[in-house]
C-alpha cells in the first residue's frame, strides 16, 4: 500500500479497538467517571481515540457530535404525538438472560448496558424507560441502523423507476469501474454479497477496516489522521475507498455468500446522492425525517471528507427512532401518508431460499437466531414480518408485524459485534417473548 492511500499511517488504530467478545462476568460499572470536572479531568475525558471504550461510550454515544463531525437532518411539520398506554407489568415481567439468570424486562436491559428502552403496540407506547441518565430529549448514535434507514430512502428510488436493481452500480457512478464493486448488482450490494476482498474487522489492529477504512469514515482514531489533507492522500473521504482500495475476491461470485461489510451502505449513500441530486442528508431529511412528526432533528456524522456516513452514522431520539420503525411496521405509512411505497418495505421480507441458505452458511451467525439478510435488514421470521435493523454497541430497532409492534433500544455495550454476543442477543430474546406476549395477551 503507497503511502500517498493515507498520510500518516504509522502506528496502530487504538481508539477503535473494542473487543468484541465482552465478557459475561464483565459488571456494568456504572461508578468510572466520565467527563468529570470543569474542564473534564484527563482520566474521565472523553476523545475520538476512546469514545468507543466502556464506560466513555455511555457519553460518547448520547453526544456524538463531540467525537465526530456531524450535519443536522432537521425535523419538519407538526410533531405527531405518540399516544401513551403504559403497562407497568411490562417492565416487571421476568426473563431469563443468556446467562442464567432471571430478572425483570427492565433489569435485564440496565445489565446489558441499555441506554434507554421504548415499546409501541398498534399506535401506543405501551413502556419506556431511559437508565443512567439519558432521557428523552437526548440523541443517541445509531451506528449500522443506519443502513436500513438508507435502504428504506433507496426504495424511493427504485419505485421511480430510477434504478435498475440487477444493473453494476458503475452504470450510475462510473468512478467505480475497475473496483471490486465493478462486477457486482444493486442487489447484492443492498443483501451483503458483493463478494470482495475487503472484509470487516473491528478488532484486528492491521486490518484494513482499522488502517485505511475507518479513519476515512472519520470515525476511529490514527496518530495523523485528522491532519491528512485531500490534495496529499489518496483515500481521504469513504467515497475514495470505495473506489481506490475496495477489490473483488478472486474465490467468489458475487451473490454466492453472505459477507457483511459496511462498504456497502456508503455505496448505497452515494447512489441516493449521485441519482437525486441532492446530499444524502437532505434526502433523508426531505423523504422520510419530515414525514415523520418527529419530535427533534436528527444529525448525521460525515466523513473526512464531510460526506454523511451511510453505513453508521445516524442520529436521533429514542421516540423518533420508534417512528421510524412504526412506520417501516405498517409498510411504509405514517400518520395517514405513503413516506416509503410499501413494495419496497414488504420487499424486505421476501426471503427466497439462497438467502437463508447463505446466513446458515456463514459461520460468524451460527448460534444467533438471524434466518436471512435482505435489503439491509436482518431478518428472524419473514413470515410474522419479525425483523430489526441492528448497530454496533447494541443499537436495534425491532418490528413485528403480526403483533403490531415495535421496539427500540440504544445500548453502551463495551463489545461491539451482536454476533455470537450474549449479552446483546438476551435482550433481543427477551424482546421476543415480551412481543410474543403482547401478541397473544397472555398474562405475566
Known sequence: MSSKIYCGLAGLLIGLIVSSHASSAQENDLSA????????????????????????????FRNAGAPLHVVLIPRAGDIVPLQRAID?????????????????LDALFERYYADGLIVVQGDKVVHERYFNGFNEHAQHIWFSMTKSLVSSAFGLLVAEGKVDLSASPVKYIPELKGSGFERVSIQNVLDHATALAFKENYTDPESDFIRYYAPALSMGYMPGAADASSADTKVYGAHDFLVHFVQPDPELEPGDAFDYNSSN????????ARISGLSLQDYLHKHIWAKL????????????????????????????????????????????????????????????PKLRNMMSANSKYSAD?????????????????????????GQ???????????????????GASAANNPDFHSKLKAARELVSKLASKEPD
Open 88 to 104: 407497568p407489568s411490562i417492565g416487571a415481567a421476568k426473563h431469563k438472560d443468556l446467562h442464567g439468570n432471571t430478572l425483570s
Open 293 to 352: 412528526g418527529a419530535e427533534h432533528d436528527a444529525m448525521i456524522a460525515v466523513d473526512r471528507a464531510y460526506m454523511p456516513v451511510a453505513t453508521g452514522g445516524m442520529n436521533s431520539t429514542l421516540r423518533d427512532a420508534a417512528r421510524f420503525g412504526m412506520m417501516i411496521r405498517d409498510g411504509g405509512r405514517f400518520n395517514g401518508e405513503q413516506v416509503v411505497p410499501a413494495a419496497w418495505v414488504n420487499a424486505s421480507l421476501d426471503v427466497d
Open 396 to 414: 436495534v430497532i425491532y418490528i413485528n408485524r403480526k403483533a403490531d409492534t415495535t421496539m427500540v433500544w440504544f445500548s453502551s455495550q463495551p
Open 369 to 393: 437466531p438471524w434466518s436471512a439478510y435482505h435489503n439491509m435488514w436482518w431478518l428472524l421470521d419473514a413470515e410474522a414480518g419479525e425483523y430489526c435493523a441492528v448497530g454496533i454497541h
Open 265 to 272: 451502505a456508503d455505496l448505497l449513500g452515494w447512489l441516493i
Open 33 to 60: 467517571a466520565v467527563m468529570q470536572g470543569v474542564p473534564p479531568s484527563r482520566d474521565s475525558q472523553v476523545t475520538l481515540r476512546n469514545y468507543r471504550e466502556y464506560p466513555k461510550n455511555r457519553w460518547a
